[in-house]
């Protein structure tokens, strides 16, 4: 079982993520840490804890992260992609109300459990942030996976940049230079981390899932905006909910060990550097770069997943 704090943007992507997570028996969410992103840090908190009551799982903390970049530039959101306030065509109701917790609450999480798997779907300033403040958090953690990255491939943000990494590239430093062993999902593999309208549509038929009514309306938000974006591909690219498949079954998957730097330049904000004039793995690099995987075992694997119940705590 993997212990996990999610550090997310929901944003669409990252709601299929959240709800794989909460639905797979080899993870256990302890907690969620939102942040600017997709949509606003405000909207992030509401969407994540509107999924979390959705699932019935309040029992799992919502902590507010960062709001802004360290970088200390304004970053787009992203309401062509993701709706304007962040899962598509949802409404959450006014009625809904919610209790967030304070960063701060990271060190509680932090002290109850050890081996912890620190994920982020998301910008990297609230990860960041949190080694910064309180350094003595890595204790407690064993690897760090992150959604982000495009090694030697085009960017989705920029020619050269993928969205998380250019949102705020020195977090992105910060954290490649913890010291942890930190897995990467660039856009190599998460471009081809496509669903496609039929898979959607079987869930939106057989899922005993909670979500089953939501999964189509926000698919095809999502799909109608990547028409536009990238017109040609066969489905649509779930970055974030690949990256939590990548986090459960990496065995199944292709890693080089290299090590990562990103740019902060202006013109190459976001880049992902690493020496890939060979395949050699580097045994003294930390980082873990994600190039290939099975895309049969991914699809098999998340309608199982999405088909299936929330898990109980
Ligand atoms: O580039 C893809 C990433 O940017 C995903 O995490 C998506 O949710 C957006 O934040
Ligand atoms: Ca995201």
């Not at 969407?47 to 029992?59: K, P």
């Not at 959450?92 to 620190?118: G, M, N, R």
């Not at 098999?300 to 999405?306: D, E, S």
Request: hydrophobic share 40%.
């Amino acid at each position: 079982m993997k212990k996990v704090v999610l550090f997310a943007d929901p944003g669409i992507d990252d709601t299929f993520a959240i709800v794989y997570a909460l639905s797979s028996p080899e993870l256990e969410v302890k907690a969620i840490v939102t942040g600017f992103g997709n949509v606003s840090k405000e909207d992030a908190t509401e969407n994540a804890a509107f999924i979390l009551h959705v699932a019935g799982r309040e029992d799992i903390p919502v902590i507010t992260g960062a709001s802004q970049p360290l970088t200390g530039e304004y970053e787009p959101y992203y309401p062509e992609i993701h709706g304007e306030e962040g899962i598509g065509p949802i409404d959450i109701p006014d009625t809904f109300t919610y209790e967030a917790k304070p960063f701060s609450h990271i060190l509680e999480v932090t002290s109850q459990h050890d081996d912890l798997y620190f994920v982020d779907i998301g910008r990297n300033t609230s990860m960041a942030l949190s080694f910064n403040l309180y350094p003595f958090i890595k204790d407690s953690i064993k690897e760090v996976y992150l959604m982000g990255g495009a090694f030697l491939v085009p960017g989705n943000v920029t020619p050269v940049a993928e969205a998380n990494f250019h949102g705020d590239p020195t977090a992105t430093n910060f954290v490649l230079e913890s010291g942890l062993p930190v897995y990467l999902a660039p856009l190599n593999v998460t471009q081809y981390a496509q669903l496609k309208e039929e898979h959607v549509r079987l869930l939106a038929e057989n899922s005993k899932n909670p979500f089953r009514s939501i999964f189509l309306p926000i698919f095809q938000y999502y799909q109608k905006a990547y028409e536009k974006l990238q017109p040609g591909l066969e489905g649509v690219p779930l970055h974030d909910l690949y990256t939590l498949y990548f986090l459960t079954n990496p065995d199944k998957t292709t890693i080089v060990q290299k090590n990562v730097q990103i740019s902060t330049e202006k013109l190459t904000q976001g880049f992902t550097y690493a020496d890939f004039r060979d395949m050699e793995n580097n045994p003294e690099a930390n980082h873990f770069i994600n190039i290939n995987f099975d895309y049969e075992d991914f699809i098999k694997n998340i309608l199982r997943r999405l088909m299936g119940e929330i898990k109980e705590n």
